[in-house]
């Protein structure tokens, strides 16, 4: 999971793009179903950052 991904970027930085890609884009997932779900449930203080 994601503390194995880290430890692999540390060892391998040639694929360190590559798997900080896919990270990202996991983490907009996440963040994109936990903004609906929020909006779903309550429409106030929901922040970011």
Same mark, same amino acid.
């Given at each position: /999971? !994601? %503390? $194995? @991904?880290?430890?692999?970027? &540390? *060892? *391998?930085? /040639?694929? $360190?793009?590559? #798997? %900080? &890609? *896919?990270?990202?884009? %996991?983490?907009?997932?996440? /963040?994109?179903?936990?903004? #609906?779900?929020? !909006? &779903? /449930?309550?429409? $106030?203080?929901? @922040?970011? &950052?």
């Amino acid at each position: /999971d !994601r %503390y $194995e @991904t880290l430890n692999l970027i &540390g *060892k *391998k930085p /040639d694929i $360190e793009k590559q #798997m %900080y &890609g *896919k990270f990202l884009k %996991y983490k907009t997932d996440i /963040d994109n179903d936990s903004l #609906m779900k929020a !909006r &779903g /449930d309550k429409s $106030e203080a929901v @922040t970011w &950052g």
